[in-house]
C-alpha cells in the first residue's frame, strides 16, 4: 500500500504496485489486493479493454488509515539499520 499512499486518490497498475514492493511474488502481491479490497482498503478499477486493464486506489477508509501507518513507518525508518545488524548477528550465532 506504500505506492498508493504517496498519493491519495492517484491510481496504480498490478505491475506498478509489484515493482513498488521488492521481493514480493505475484501470488503474494494478488491476495494481498484481494483481501485489502475485501476490507475496503483499496478499490479496484477494471477496464474492458484489449488487454484487459486493473487499477488501483485507496478507498476513502484506506487512506484514513494513512495517519497512523506514518508513525510506524518512522520508527522502521529510525530503526532499520540496528534491525538488520540484529539478524546478522543472530544468524552469525552471536
Same mark, same amino acid.
Given at each position: &500500500?506504500?505506492?498508493?499512499?504517496? =498519493? ?12 513498488? /514492493? ?5 501470488? &503474494? ?13 483499496? /478499490? ?7 488487454? #484487459? ?13 494513512? #495517519? =497512523? ?6 520508527? /522502521? ?5 540496528? /534491525? ?7 544468524? =552469525?550465532?552471536?
Amino acid at each position: &500500500m506504500s505506492h498508493l499512499a504517496i =498519493a491519495p486518490g492517484f491510481r496504480l497498475r498490478f505491475s506498478e504496485l509489484k515493482r513498488g /514492493i521488492e521481493g514480493i511474488t505475484q501470488r &503474494m502481491l494478488t491476495l494481498t489486493v484481494r483481501n485489502l479490497e475485501r476490507d475496503g482498503l483499496l /478499490i479496484r478499477h477494471y477496464y474492458a479493454e484489449v488487454p #484487459p486493464r486493473v487499477e488501483y486506489e485507496l478507498s476513502a477508509m484506506g487512506a484514513s488509515m494513512l #495517519p =497512523a501507518l506514518e508513525g510506524f513507518t518512522s520508527w /522502521i525508518s529510525n530503526n532499520w539499520q540496528q /534491525i538488520e545488524e540484529n539478524r546478522r548477528n543472530f544468524d =552469525a550465532g552471536d
